[in-house]
């Protein structure tokens, strides 16, 4: 299968679905012209002013090793790859003043699965991680192949391919963007997108454990207060429940904890922010984050903030409150479903560990959703006086998302348990899915059972 970058708007979807396929990469006639073009202004644009190099970095290898200074953990290959993905795709529009041969050298890597080993984990910064991704291009720095790592320079034999040499202002063009911060953007929304379904679903099995009515769901109450996030999750809810055996009329159970009734109000809330974060991701995803940009029509070289990570650090931070808030609700159903076990229901499980696990997940997605965007620190680089920590909020904002998925596998595990107990009539072809993915093999620790459901989670797309 192959995929033609071009100047078309790429949705989240499409992309997911390029870079999780075995997709293959080819540059379009319309981005071989914008960067052919491109690359011949910038050449004409220095020759009338050469002073104009005064602005542009001559150095590129040096410029390139000076930032690639990365340490600690290396940032994982789907990370990575999505990172090519975006180089590739920002360069393609021609603003950027590279050579078409250095494009289609990273699709090359793309291509062919070789990935720039990025040390950036530990300090998140977009310059030093896009250091680490452009040496390789030179014959420097490391790659990994097939889970192996190798020196770049061993990439001609393999290969054939050679090393690029350093033309122009190559450096800043390679080193200036958001595709750190963006690429896991992208990661953290495709599984925050997935998450909240899985959230309604986990609540769905809770609340027929709990027991109670479904008036709370239902479409009367929506219309009142019809935020688009809270009629959706109603609707998922009642979907999901239509076949349980809880009462539909309210006076049948007076009323219910918020952690229950109020499900479709807390999910609603972080549907709708998702929403509002994946305009924000849509949209850089398709721009060009380069400094300067240069614009051939106009004949102009443009220095500006383009490559300021700040709108996307707001809305990672933002995501990483969103969901800490799906944990919270999670916490709570958890509490009542214990406090509303029976003593005709006890066995040799130590129910309450399940809340004392989530409870310290808790604690940590709270230090986590600290914003990074508030933080400026003081540089001594010139050019460089306020900074957007869009990584670091990135970084942040993915461990909140692993959390996320273990308290609400933890929730599922301790749901369907009581409702083994209670022997309650499966409730949704879902979960009878998920019953029959756990009994088929033999999971003896909480440990292993949650790394099963996670499993279940990342398999099937509710």
């Keep these: 299968m192959e995929h033609y970058i071009s100047n078309e708007v790429l949705l989240l979807e499409q992309l997911t679905a390029i870079i999780e396929g075995d997709t293959q990469l080819k540059l379009s006639e319309e981005a071989v012209i914008n960067i052919e073009t491109c690359h011949r202004f910038l050449s004409d644009y220095l020759q009338k002013d050469p002073k104009a190099l005064n602005n542009l970095s001559v150095d590129s290898m040096s410029l390139l090793r000076h930032y690639a200074c990365g340490i600690g953990e290396r940032i994982p290959n789907e990370i990575v790859k999505l990172m090519l993905f975006l180089k590739i795709q920002s360069f393609s529009y021609g603003y950027s003043g590279v050579r078409l041969a250095l494009v289609q050298r990273l699709i090359d890597f793309y291509n062919h699965g070789v990935f720039p080993v990025v040390y950036s984990k530990d300090i998140p910064d977009e310059r030093i991680a896009l250091a680490h991704l452009a040496l390789p291009l030179f014959g420097e720095g490391e790659v990994c192949i097939q889970h192996k790592v190798y020196s770049a320079q061993e990439l001609e034999g393999k290969y054939g391919w050679q090393p690029l040499s350093s033309e122009g202002r190559e450096a800043d063009a390679l080193l200036n963007g958001t595709q750190l911060t963006t690429a896991y953007g992208i990661y953290n929304l495709s599984k925050s997108l997935k ?208 959390n996320i998925e273990e308290i609400l596998a933890i929730e599922l595990i301790l749901a369907t348990s009581l409702w083994k107990k209670k022997q309650f009539e499966h409730h949704s072809a879902l979960f009878k899915e998920y019953l029959s993915f756990m009994a088929e093999e033999e999971v003896t620790t909480l440990k292993k059972q949650i790394e099963h459901t996670i499993r279940f989670f990342e398999m099937n797309n509710e």
Excluded at 269 to 287: D, F, G, P, Q, Y
Excluded at 346 to 362: A, N, V
Aim: with cysteine.
């Design 195 to 402: 998450l909240i379904q899985w959230a309604d679903f986990v609540a769905s099995v809770s609340t027929q454990v709990f027991g109670g009515n479904l008036s709370a769901f239902s479409e009367a109450m929506q219309v009142v207060r019809p935020h688009k996030g809270l009629v959706e999750t109603a609707e998922h809810l009642r979907m999901l429940l239509k076949d349980s055996v809880l009462s539909e009329h309210p006076q049948a159970f007076s009323s219910m904890p918020e952690a229950f009734c109020s499900i479709p109000q807390i999910h609603g809330a972080v549907r709708e922010s998702i929403a509002a974060i994946r305009k924000v991701i849509k949209t850089e995803m398709n721009s060009v984050t380069d400094n300067p940009i240069l614009f051939p029509e106009t004949q102009e070289v443009i220095f500006g903030g383009n490559s300021h990570t700040l709108p996307l650090s707001l809305a990672m931070d933002f995501l990483a409150i969103t969901l800490t808030s799906l944990g919270n609700i999670s916490e709570r159903r958890v509490f009542y479903l214990l406090s509303n076990i029976g003593k005709e229901i006890e066995t040799e499980i130590d129910y309450p560990i399940f809340q004392r696990i989530i409870e310290g997940i808790l604690n940590e997605n709270r230090r986590l959703s600290t914003p990074a965007s508030i933080e400026s620190p003081i540089l001594f680089e010139k050019t460089i006086d306020i900074k957007g920590m869009g990584g670091s909020s990135a970084i942040k904002c993915e461990q909140v998302v692993k």
